[in-house]
């Protein structure tokens, strides 16, 4: 539905919003089909990108102890922090259907009309 492009991270959560290629409940499918979403484990599922790069420890972000899976799946969400920059001088960009950066709910309403 929205595209973001992340400037200091404040307005899209680092789990839910599509920030990266997808989002991250999206890229890591291991988590599903074990029935435990990363999301689920993280102590604020509705964390701001920006607070997430704030956290000191990365593994303070989960409750543990963390599944098999998800331990082995924290090198790779460990790279997302590694290839994302945050500019605390630039707010994020959201782009919405036909590259709009404003939201329009009867658009929203036709796209997804379309997908049934």
Known sequence: MAV???GNG???FFWKD???SQ???EQFPLLKSSSLRLSHLQ???FISVNKTFEEENFIDLFNLPLSQVAFEQT???QQVFGSTHLDDLTTD???YFG???KFRSVAAYKKNAWAY
């Open 99 to 101: 590259g709009s950066t």
């Open 75 to 77: 090198p790779e969400i």
């Open 43 to 45: 102590k604020n599922r």
């Open 93 to 95: 960009v959201w782009t």
């Open 23 to 25: 989002t991250l409940e």
């Open 18 to 20: 599509k920030w990266a």
């Open 4 to 6: 973001i492009q992340i």
């Open 10 to 12: 404040q307005t899209c």
